[in-house]
């Protein structure tokens, strides 16, 4: 036991370089990590409760509490909820704040990416005894793309071209990093998580328990076939091809085609349109792609093209839920009182519109962001499930420990550990289950109308019938307004 | 108790170590200092190249030089495409100043071709003061005033 809150010591204060925050005593992060994994979920659920109940601004406020933002130094504390309020800003047409909150949150994405050894050992040293809530929110490839693609749209929307370019350009940075990435991240991963496992091993057997050289082997093989009878089947689940988020590539497109500054912009445009369409295989990448080689080859000039390209923003992205299993850890002896682990599931949320038509004209999906969340879950999910059952025996060994020497001890040990037992949950949820698109031809009129299955009237948007227009709805379910953007071009 | 002081005095000093900030100022002109990516030092260096190169080259001598005759140039904005944030206008009033201070050169903001105009914006905004009512008129800039541009 004494070993155990010696390690725990080191991993506290290891951990505390891995903060987010700045100037804060390295032990904030954990003694607000310990607080935090066990009220993360409920708050969660909370934001999602005010998402679902229309609660726009109380999302907001929640948001911000958790992100910890401190205005005066401009610092974010938490990553994930800076990115939900973020989102939310830009929701509200608030894109100044919003970008400056997407801005932090680049610069703590920059901090994940490049974290060090130590740091990155210390957070795994403290997960190992507590859950995975404890190691700081690690964006995935889609988070990322996404943070630089609505930094794009809002400045975008001020009218800040230049700046609009430089994120458009980071994006598309991203995207092309994006199947690489993953191949390297996961060999990384893979490599680490078998030194840790072995480490663990070795510990384990020098403190006399010769048989849990199989523990880990043994139970990951058990809990596939649980995984299985629970109806968890990942098979089906893939990738956009090279791992991209589609819709950014679209409106990476839309821009450099309608602001276009030289030729190469235009090339830069047809390339977006040609991928998207090769990948989605919708009408409206198409016809955008015919529309820039038009114009790139000389057929039609830029000025001459007068459409208005709507591109919605529907319902909510899978979420992350935690389930429980026993799990069947091999062990000498039966002396413990709690053995189980906790593990995430992708859930799907309900689509509350079923598309969007205008002027007759229907909307096409040119991202399936569940798609693209479970691909890269599918790709973390036996990592996330080694940790775990390695965490779990490392428990169970410790609660073993202290029950053959008390059992009351052992008994307040099997406590904790069923209450440090807990998945990590934490998505982006305020991303939307998918990207809609569609594009008309401006008929002269300033009035566009906007229906859908699940909308209760029409939307009706004011566009300038003089020049392309970009018509931005999101729609997140039945009880929020649908937020309109236009940026005229 | 040795193995506790270790145990404890390890962890502390790679935190300590692992927090150690070692930001400071440094010059741009120090070119010992070498920073991963680009840098204020590359964006002055690009600029100054560009100066030299328009200064240096004889097909932009006025014909009536010794004369005082002198070309007008009209700059064009210079566009970012990177993934960097960078203030593109103090390069090219960098350029501007350049090529005024090298004594060969007009040059104007009155006219540019790019869509977000001329990185100063004095010109065009002067130009909107025909129009006002709160002006001497007799003092504002006429449109018929500018010198017509001959593209090279």
């Known amino acids: ?139 995935s490839v889609y988070d990322s793309i996404m943070v630089n693609t609505y930094k794009a749209i809002n400045f975008t929307a001020l009218g800040d071209h230049a700046n609009a370019r430089v994120e458009w350009n980071r994006s598309d940075d991203r995207q092309r990093r994006a199947a690489d990435f993953f191949a390297e991240r996961i060999n990384e991963k893979k490599d680490a998580q078998a030194k840790a496992a072995e480490e663990e091993k070795e510990k384990l057997e020098s403190e006399g328990d010769k048989s849990s050289d199989d523990n880990v082997d043994k139970s990951l093989s058990e809990a596939e076939k649980i995984l299985a009878k629970e109806g968890i089947d990942m098979s089906e689940w893939s990738a956009y091809d090279g791992y991209i988020n589609p819709f950014s590539t679209f409106m990476h497109g839309l821009f450099f085609m309608l602001t276009a500054q030289d030729s190469a912009d235009l090339g830069k445009a047809v390339d977006s349109f040609k991928r998207v369409s090769g990948i989605t295989n919708t009408a409206v990448a198409a016809n955008t792609q015919a529309l820039a080689e038009q114009v790139q080859s000389g057929d039609v000039n830029l000025n001459s093209i007068n459409k208005t390209w709507v591109i919605f923003e529907a319902g909510e992205m899978a979420k992350l839920d935690e389930f429980r299993i026993d799990l069947p850890v091999f062990l000498v002896s039966s002396n413990v009182n709690y053995v189980g682990m906790a593990l995430p599931k992708l859930v799907d949320q309900p689509d509350y519109f079923n598309g969007f038509m205008v002027n007759g004209v229907s909307s096409e999906v040119v991202a399936d962001m569940d798609k693209i969340i479970k691909a890269e879950f599918k790709e973390e999910f036996p990592l996330i499930l080694t940790r775990e059952i390695t965490r779990t025996i490392v428990k169970t060994v410790a609660q073993k420990q202290v029950n053959d020497s008390n059992a009351y001890l052992g008994f307040a040990t099997g406590i904790l550990q069923a209450a440090t037992t807990e998945a990590d949950t934490r998505t982006w949820s305020i991303l939307p289950k998918s990207f809609q698109a569609l594009m008309v031809e401006n008929d002269g009129q300033s009035t566009l109308s906007i229906d859908s299955a699940g909308l209760s009237q029409p939307l009706s948007v004011e566009i300038d019938p003089t020049k392309n227009n970009i018509v931005y709805v999101k729609a997140i379910n039945r009880n929020i307004a649908p937020r309109i953007e236009v940026i005229s071009l | 108790m040795k193995k506790l002081l270790i145990a404890t005095t390890i962890p502390v000093l790679l935190a300590m170590s692992g927090c150690q900030s070692t930001t400071k100022y440094v010059s741009t002109h120090d070119e010992d200092t070498v920073v991963m990516g680009l840098s204020q030092r590359d964006f002055e260096a690009a600029a100054n190249q560009a100066l030299d190169e328009i200064i240096a080259s004889p097909l932009l001598v006025h014909p009536e030089a010794d004369k005082g005759g002198r070309y007008i140039l009209s700059i064009y904005n210079i566009i970012n495409d990177t993934t960097q944030r960078i203030d593109t206008d103090q390069l090219v009033k960098k350029i501007r100043v350049g090529l005024l201070n090298s004594g060969k050169f007009l040059t104007t903001t009155a006219v540019s071709f790019t869509g977000a105009g001329p990185e100063d914006s004095s010109t065009a905004k002067s130009r909107e003061l025909q129009d006002s009512s709160l002006m001497n008129q007799n003092t504002t800039k006429k449109m018929d005033r500018f010198t017509r541009l001959t593209l090279a």
């Open chain 1, 1 to 139: 036991m004494k070993k155990v809150i010696l390690c725990m010591m080191g991993a506290m204060a290891l951990s505390g370089c891995a903060s987010t925050g700045n100037g804060s005593s390295p032990f904030s992060s954990l003694t607000s990590g310990i607080g935090g994994a066990f009220k993360t979920d409920s708050d969660s659920a909370k934001f999602s409760q005010h998402i679902a109940t229309g609660n726009v601004n109380e999302a907001l406020t929640l948001a911000l509490d958790e992100a910890e933002y401190d205005a005066e130094k401009s610092l974010l504390d938490d990553q994930l909820w800076g990115m939900q309020a973020a989102a939310i800003y830009r929701m509200q047409g608030d894109y100044v704040q919003s970008n400056q909150f997407f801005d932090l949150i680049e610069d703590i994405m920059y901090g994940e990416d490049t974290e060090n050894m130590v740091e990155s050992a210390g957070e795994s040293i403290a997960s190992s005894l507590t859950n995975d809530t404890f190691l700081d929110y690690e964006q």
